[in-house]
């Protein structure tokens, strides 16, 4: 693992507590349920916890000593007793599915070889198809005694209830900005902090993964060409086909962030939490031309767009269709 992903972010350090407390008290639970927005490092917090639950002589606060044999397995990939269940990356779905659940949850792959606990993380747990999930069902409702099941998901909601139901969940949630800025000033971003939490929406390795300037100067941009549109400067078909080579989840993440922003300094007065914090001016003066019931059908748009995403449909007809309904509201 490299250095961030060894070292305790400061945020985790409240829910790894708890989870220490519990352990010490054998009160650990059979199931956990990570939840939180996606860049806040819960798939860091899960293998980091299987770590120290792995380890033969972590400390008291439950860091693990990073000397021990099974330490070194960890290390190496190759702990018998630590099992990742996550999408096969040759899978055009990206779904976790029943074969995998079964190979975990046959008696045998149930018990420690070394005599410890064994730990089985699932990331990212909604992608579960339902036959994967009734599969864990049963599992979770026979636990054993020293295996320890670690979900890791941003979208909880998306999981059957009967699942949430038997996990307890660990909720994440971000840091307060100074923490954050402070943090991502460590990792050695030196300016533009607030720009790139407003777009993760306060998530700091999300925002650190924005952090190269290409990224931004993207974004940069699609921003000028969709106000552009709306100024009736440039040629639709143009736009949509250049978008739709690019990322489509992080351009409709851009746009449902200048939409929300726009319908936020409709209503709100000027010290409104905003997205694109560096694009105040522009997004309030162009807001100032649309109608609020248009923003929201829009907005509804995009959201039902990233729910498609995934799926095969074409995007340059997807983006087309937003761009015509934002240009047809200057009209
Ligand atoms: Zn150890």
């Given at each position: 693992m490299n250095a961030l992903a060894t070292e305790q972010l400061p945020w985790h350090q409240v829910p790894w507590e708890m989870l220490s407390i519990a352990r010490h008290s054998d009160r650990l639970p059979h199931a956990l349920l990570l939840v939180g927005?996606?860049?806040?490092?819960k798939w860091q917090f899960a293998q980091q916890l299987a770590h120290s639950l792995l380890c033969h002589s972590s400390d008291q606060s439950g860091h693990?000593?990073?000397?021990c044999q099974s330490c070194h397995l960890f290390n190496a990939g190759t702990h018998p007793d630590l099992q990742k269940i996550i999408p096969d990356p040759e899978s055009k779905s990206g779904d976790i599915r029943i074969d995998d659940i079964r190979q975990m949850s046959n008696k045998e792959a149930l018990t420690a070889q070394a005599g410890g606990y064994k730990v089985i993380l699932i990331h990212p747990?909604?992608?579960?198809?339902a036959a994967a999930a009734n599969s864990l069902l049963k599992t979770l409702e026979e636990p054993t005694a020293q295996t320890r099941i670690i979900l890791v998901s941003?979208?909880?909601?998306?999981?059957?209830a009967t699942i949430r139901s038997r996990c307890q969940q660990i909720r994440f949630t971000a840091p307060a900005k100074e923490e954050a800025t402070q943090w991502l000033q460590q990792q050695g971003v030196t300016s533009g902090a607030e720009t790139l939490l407003g777009l993760s929406g306060g998530s700091p390795l999300a925002a650190l993964a924005l952090s190269q300037p290409e990224i931004i100067q993207e974004r940069d941009q699609q921003l000028a060409e969709f106000l552009a549109l709306a100024k009736g400067q440039a040629d639709l078909t143009t736009v949509a086909a250049r978008w739709a080579k690019l990322d489509q989840t992080r351009t409709l993440t851009w746009l449902s962030g200048w939409l929300i922003d726009i319908i936020r300094l409709q209503t709100a007065d000027g010290t409104v939490q905003l997205f694109n914090p560096d694009q105040r001016e522009i997004l309030h003066t162009v807001g100032k031309r649309l109608k609020s019931k248009l923003l929201h059908q829009l907005l509804e748009a995009v959201h039902e767009a990233r729910r498609l995403a995934d799926s095969t449909l074409n995007s340059q007809l997807i983006l087309e269709d937003l761009l015509i309904q934002w240009s047809n509201g200057f009209n």
């Open positions: 927005n996606a860049g806040l490092g693990p000593c990073c000397s747990a909604e992608r579960m198809t941003s979208y909880p909601h998306r999981l059957p």
